[in-house]
């Protein structure tokens, strides 16, 4: 052992010495399918525009009002009802993490499916807090019955349900959701990561209730390199959640991206009903490939499976299509790929290579 390793065994904690880094697939000259990304970028005229006004910031202040403005615009486009607030996270995935923080009371637990985003698991797991996963039905369901008796059993703190789910990419029954809101006895916050491409959401029914909090970001609505995340709950909640928020998370150039982005929301509203046109035509074609099955989809994203997902995987990549291989996080996804839905000629190219793979 070097005295380097010596010292990390005494410096760092051991969960985290053995734990892996979120891992991101190399994607260098491949058709980018592997990250639910809108594949489309800003126009050039768009881009130029943009560019004009990133170029005036004062980069040399901190941010201050700027960050005012996007939450007040995310919270009108977003319709969040009176008497909620709105606070922001270097992504999503900074929010999921701020609240594991601020909820690290003795006993406290999160609670979420499986299979389903890894982040709520990561957040526990990082934050010492523990996490109990309840595994969907086999058509990728809420388990009704097995997560109330989970809730009953642990009494967690958190349950997350995202809502469309990550890989599954399916909706939940809302009147199980409204169940398990009902049966918890701590918060529920609902991922709504996906609601561009999904044809429900639970922002109207936000407002019946104290304990729910909802969760969106800008990233699948075109934005994944902008790194913004949103999270909407009663004034109350919000404030304490956001006492955990590290200063100045949010910097001048992603704000000022993100109001940009949502004056010209309509932009972004059409590239996802072509992203949801290209979706149904994904599926369409699966569903005649022999031996292939897709489930119905919700998101950016559609799950599939395949007779042999890593010989599958393995031919799309020779065949300069990027993916992502899902088969070993959980067993009810035993040889899944999970496809993100590209352009329209991305997904021609992804198809043609499905059917040279097989
Ligand atoms: N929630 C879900 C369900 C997701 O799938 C993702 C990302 N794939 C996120 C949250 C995180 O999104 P971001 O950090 O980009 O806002």
């Excluded at 599954?168 to 609601?195: F, K, M, S």
């Excluded at 070993?328 to 996804?333: C, E, K």
């Amino acid at each position: 052992m070097t005295a380097l390793q010596r010292d990390l065994a005494k410096l760092i904690r051991q969960d985290i010495q053995s734990m892996h880094a979120y891992a991101i697939q190399p994607s260098a000259g491949l058709i980018k399918l592997d990250a639910m990304e809108n594949p489309h970028r800003l126009s050039p005229e768009l881009q130029a525009q943009l560019g004009r006004r990133l170029g005036t910031l004062a980069l040399n202040r901190y941010p201050a009002g700027q960050v005012d403005d996007l939450r007040a615009a995310l919270a009108k486009y977003a319709g969040m009802p009176d008497g909620f607030d709105i606070m922001l996270g270097n992504g999503s995935d900074e929010l999921i993490s701020l609240v594991a923080m601020a909820c690290d009371v003795p006993g406290a637990s999160i609670l979420a499916p499986l299979p389903g985003f890894v982040m709520y698991a990561m957040s526990a797991q990082l934050q010492g807090l523990k996490f109990t996963g309840v595994d969907l039905t086999p058509d990728f369901g809420l388990d009704e019955p097995a997560m109330l008796a989970a809730i009953a059993e642990q009494r967690p703190s958190i349950i997350y349900i995202a809502y469309p789910n990550n890989p599954t990419a399916n909706l939940w029954d809302d009147a199980v959701i409204d169940r398990i809101i009902a049966a918890a006895p701590g918060l529920v916050v609902i991922d709504e990561a996906y609601q561009p491409f999904s044809s429900r959401s639970y922002i109207d029914r936000l407002a019946r209730h104290s304990h729910v909090l909802l969760m969106r970001t800008m990233s699948k609505f075109g934005l994944a390199g902008v790194r913004i995340g949103y999270m909407m709950g009663p004034k109350a909640l919000i404030a304490q959640f956001d006492k955990v928020r590290p200063p100045y998370n949010i910097s001048v150039l992603n704000c000022e991206a993100a109001l940009f982005a949502l004056e010209h929301a309509g932009v972004f509203a059409a590239q996802a009903g072509e992203l949801r046109k290209e979706r149904s035509r994904i599926q369409a074609a699966l569903a005649a490939l022999p031996g292939v099955k897709a489930w119905p989809s919700d998101a950016n994203m559609i799950l599939a499976r395949f007779p042999d997902a890593q010989r599958t995987f393995d031919g799309l990549k020779a065949h300069g299509v990027l993916v992502k291989n899902v088969s070993r996080m959980h067993p009810l996804l035993a040889n899944c790929l999970r496809l993100t839905v590209g352009t329209e000629g991305e997904n021609t190219q992804l198809l043609s290579a499905l059917k040279a793979s097989l």
